[in-house]
């Protein structure tokens, strides 16, 4: 009714607070339709929505859609913003396999990056030693690794310090410097349990596990699991 009035810019913000409210009750779909409707009435007044539209597709795990929004809202991002844009472009490749692609997002974001950005430059390091790996470079997924540990260790984020320490210690792990390997990880889970997110916590406890295993430590193991 408002847009039909004339009042776009008012008829976008109800659209715009709608999809809040949808969003924070899961209902994704709906929430991108009100969205995507407040961006039609007033796409210079709407910054920063078609990235959250992105994110939504994302967890729907609508990738083709998620880039178009991530795209769109790239063409007109601010310089500042451009490097977190691109990092969510590159996670898009990287659920969809397509490695090199997403290393050259990665790469791009690193370039684009304030050096005093340093917990985003830890994630960005972090995703950049895996897509490293995909790609057969060992060599470089340990500068990154260790780069972003560097970088999480500055900015004090905890769960960014746990992603970069089970990353190193998987990629000990597979060039068989098990000691190293169980240093990393044993402190990936520490770090962890003292703040990170369950999912950090899981993950570190899970190749903590596999690696008892690989050592032939069977009860550990089965500790670890539980």
């Given at each position: 009714h408002l847009a039909a009035a004339g009042q776009p810019l008012e008829a976008a913000n109800w659209h715009r607070l709608a999809g809040?409210?949808?969003?924070?009750?899961?209902?994704?779909?709906?929430?991108?339709g009100h969205y995507n409707a407040a961006v039609a009435l007033a796409p210079l007044a709407t910054g920063g929505l078609r990235r959250t539209i992105g994110d939504l597709e994302k967890l729907r795990g609508r990738y083709p859609d998620a880039l178009a929004a991530y795209r769109a809202e790239l063409a007109s991002a601010a310089d500042s913003e451009v490097p977190e844009l691109e990092h969510r472009m590159a996670r898009v490749h990287m659920r969809l396999g397509?490695?090199?692609?997403?290393?050259?997002y990665l790469e791009s974001a690193l370039k684009a990056l304030p050096s005093?950005?340093?917990?985003?430059?830890?994630?960005?390091?972090?995703?950049?030693?895996?897509?490293?790996?995909?790609?057969?470079?060992?060599?470089q997924a340990r500068r990154h690794a260790v780069r972003a540990l560097k970088s999480a260790a500055g900015a004090g984020d905890a769960g960014l310090q746990a992603?970069?320490?089970n990353q190193l210690g998987l990629l000990a792990r597979g060039a068989g410097m098990l000691e190293?390997?169980?240093?990393?990880?044993?402190?990936?889970?520490?770090?962890?349990?003292a703040g990170a997110s369950a999912a950090a916590t899981m993950a570190a406890r899970n190749n903590l596990a596999r690696l008892e295993v690989a050592e032939g430590n069977a009860e550990a193991a089965e500790q670890l699991s539980r």
């Open positions: 809040d409210e949808a969003a924070t009750l899961h209902a994704n779909a709906d929430a991108i397509e490695w090199e692609v997403a290393a050259a005093n950005a340093l917990a985003t430059l830890a994630a960005i390091l972090v995703d950049a030693s895996l897509a490293s790996v995909r790609l057969g470079n060992e060599d992603e970069a320490h190293q390997a169980r240093r990393h990880l044993t402190e990936a889970m520490r770090l962890a349990e």
